[in-house]
T-cell receptor
Framework: GQQVMQIPQYQHVQEGEDFTTYCNSS?????IQWYKQRPGGHPVFLIQ?????EVKKQKRLTFQFGEAKKNSSLHITATQTTDVGTYFC?????????????FGPGTRLSVLP | EAQVTQNPRYLITVTGKKLTVTCSQN?????MSWYRQDPGLGLRQIYY???????DKGDVPEGYKVSRKEKRNFPLILESPSPNQTSLYFC?????????????FGPGTRLTVL
């Protein structure tokens, strides 16, 4: 089945530094979604990328979808303490019955003030 | 308010005692699913449902059952819980439009099986 991997597993940064997490799939994705989970909370949708090579921005967050639609990245410029949490990428995997949704293991971001 | 609700939020039980975790959404979404979250493993899909009376296995279905008799409800059943099912469980729904299929997550249920 499809495998979705993320690196790094953990990242500690000083407030104001940049942060990037990378997502790789073993198969081509029709689209990719990114979620953020704050400590003690539930995952919250951030964005969906659909097109090959697509780049989207949300304030300090920049999302990219690779040309081959097998990898993606999330970059945060000038991190703030409010960025703390775990960032997951996710995509759909088709099987014989329908689509199950596969998440990467996540990258946990800590921001030191 | 559009939301996904789960009950209970916390549960401590013993091995072998059947339990049900309820999930309900008020957004008329077609697709619902259950995940378990364990440290270092991220979110793994247990079961999903693309419509009423249609349920399918995700990546880790062993030891779980689900049903989808109504569109809004998708309970997760553990017939004979074991300690390795101690985990944080999330229910999620999405509209399944084929374009933007955002998953909306419930608040989570923390289950401990002794």
């Amino acid at each position: 089945g499809q495998q979705v991997m993320q690196i790094p597993q953990y990242q500690h940064v000083q407030e104001g530094e940049d942060f990037t997490t990378y997502c790789n799939s073993s198969t081509t994705l029709s689209n990719i979604q990114w979620y953020k989970q704050r400590p003690g909370g539930h995952p919250v949708f951030l964005i969906q990328l659909v097109k090959s090579g697509e780049v989207k921005k949300q304030k300090r967050l920049t999302f990219q979808f690779g040309e081959a639609k097998k990898n993606s990245s999330l970059h945060i410029t000038a991190t703030q303490t409010t960025d703390v949490g775990t960032y997951f990428c996710a995509g759909y995997q088709w099987d014989n019955y329908g689509q199950n949704f596969v998440f990467g293991p996540g990258t946990r971001l800590s921001v030191l003030p | 308010e559009a939301q996904v609700t789960q009950n209970p939020r916390y549960l401590i039980t013993v091995t072998g005692k059947k339990l049900t975790v309820t999930c309900s959404q008020n957004m008329n979404h077609e697709y619902m699913s259950w995940y378990r979250q364990d440290p270092g493993l991220g979110l793994r899909q247990i079961y999903y449902s693309m419509n009423v009376e249609v349920t399918d296995k995700g990546d880790v279905p062993e030891g779980y059952k689900v049903s989808r008799k109504e569109k809004r409800n998708f309970p997760l059943i553990l017939e004979s819980p074991s300690p390795n099912q101690t985990s944080l469980y999330f229910c999620a729904s999405n509209p399944w439009t084929g374009t933007l299929d955002t998953q909306y997550f419930g608040p989570g249920t923390r289950l401990t099986v002794l």
